[in-house]
């Protein structure tokens, strides 16, 4: 464990002086590709040094019970290694951890679809609902936000919102809200005080670059026609909505989401880098073992993730069976309990899958 942690403490010192070099800081594009990195590999860095001078203060104390002959001594020594023997079982077990590759994704800014599901008004209220919380806790992460569709329901929620998120490790955070978000409560329309079950839908997709992707632009075949639905008269009289077919696969994306042709090629050209990235991973995850395909990590939106109880102040992940009492606290944006228990969740899957290899 120490090798592999000296020879990232080599890397760190080394992006460390690549930060001081005028030839790096001059170049903004480098040095902002440098910074990542070394912000990622800091926290291994800070972990190499408590690790060796855990193990430097063990060996001065077993040097001392070895050679040492004046009882006192001995006996501080023992103590002294006594309390540090679980501090280092500890620390291993963090860099552990950290030691685990991350996913590549987790770094990339995302698209953000709510849809309202099952249940009529109240889902399209409860879509609202959902994108309020997520509001909030992107505000709160220090994120930015950009709303590329929103379609209102008469109900006062929504029946769709499309939003693109920017910042910090977007992707690693949210991508374990996708799926089947259920809510029970007492709809305003109820007059008999039942409590009712609606569902609403979200996805988090991971914005590719075209590097990500290899997409050959002679590949793609581009159509455009007339946005369906409602939308007023920009919508269905502009040929404002597009399609793209990756030949070689056969994908075929539309959309129509957007106000301009322009940024509805955008994100088709990125449901499509999303579409094709999928069919890449789903071939390399055939070929390794079953354990990295845990339920935490799938990505299975078909399944009711988490439900809201409004009547018991409860919320309840059912893929870790991770239940917490503090509803009101959860819509208002402060979902981190839940994102960092599936976090931890899907590190305890992934070290036992590397560990089992």
């Avoid at 926290?43 to 063990?58: G, M, Q, S, T, V």
């Avoid at 008004?121 to 609902?129: C, H, K, L, V």
Wanted: one cysteine or more.
């Amino acid at each position: 464990m120490l090798d592999k942690l000296v020879a990232i403490k080599e890397k760190f010192e080394y992006l460390q002086q690549q930060l001081s070099d005028p030839d790096v800081t001059s170049d903004l594009k480098r040095y902002m590709k440098v910074n990542k990195e070394y912000k990622k590999v800091e926290p291994l860095a800070i972990a190499h040094d408590e690790y060796k001078e855990l193990l430097d203060r063990i060996a001065e104390a077993k040097e001392i019970l070895a050679d040492e002959e004046d009882a006192e001594m001995k006996e501080m020594a023992q103590m002294e290694l006594d309390e540090l023997q679980p501090i280092l079982a500890t620390k291993e077990e963090e860099i552990k951890v950290l030691l685990i590759p991350k996913d590549p994704e987790d770094e990339k800014d995302v698209t953000l679809e709510i849809r309202s599901g099952t249940g009529g008004d109240e889902a399209a209220i409860f879509a609202g609902d959902l994108l309020r919380m997520y509001e909030r806790y992107i505000d709160r992460a220090g994120w930015k936000k950009e709303y590329i569709a929103m379609t209102a329901s008469s109900s006062g929620g929504y029946s769709k919102v499309i939003l693109q998120i920017t910042g910090d490790d977007v992707y690693g955070k949210l991508k374990y809200e996708s799926g089947t978000h259920r809510v029970q409560r007492i709809p305003q329309t109820e007059s008999q005080g039942r409590v009712h079950t609606s569902a609403a839908t979200v996805a988090v997709m991971p914005i590719f670059e075209m590097e990500d992707v290899e997409i050959n632009k002679a590949d793609l075949e581009w159509d455009t026609f007339r946005a369906s639905g409602a939308g007023g008269q920009h919508v269905n009289k502009t040929e404002s909505a597009v399609r793209v077919t990756h030949r070689p696969t056969g994908v075929v994306v539309e959309c129509q989401d957007g106000r301009s042709q322009l940024k509805n090629r955008e994100i088709a050209l990125q449901k499509l880098y999303a579409r094709l990235y999928e069919l890449q991973k789903k071939e390399h995850e055939d070929s390794i073992s079953a354990l990295r395909k845990t339920l935490v990590v799938s990505g299975d939106r078909s399944a009711k993730i988490r439900t809201y109880n409004y009547p018991q102040n409860r919320v309840t992940d059912h893929r870790i069976n991770f239940t917490k009492y503090n509803l009101t606290d959860v819509v208002d944006g402060r979902v981190d309990e839940f994102i960092e228990a599936l976090q931890v969740a899907s590190n305890a899957e992934r070290l036992k899958a590397t560990e089992d290899e």
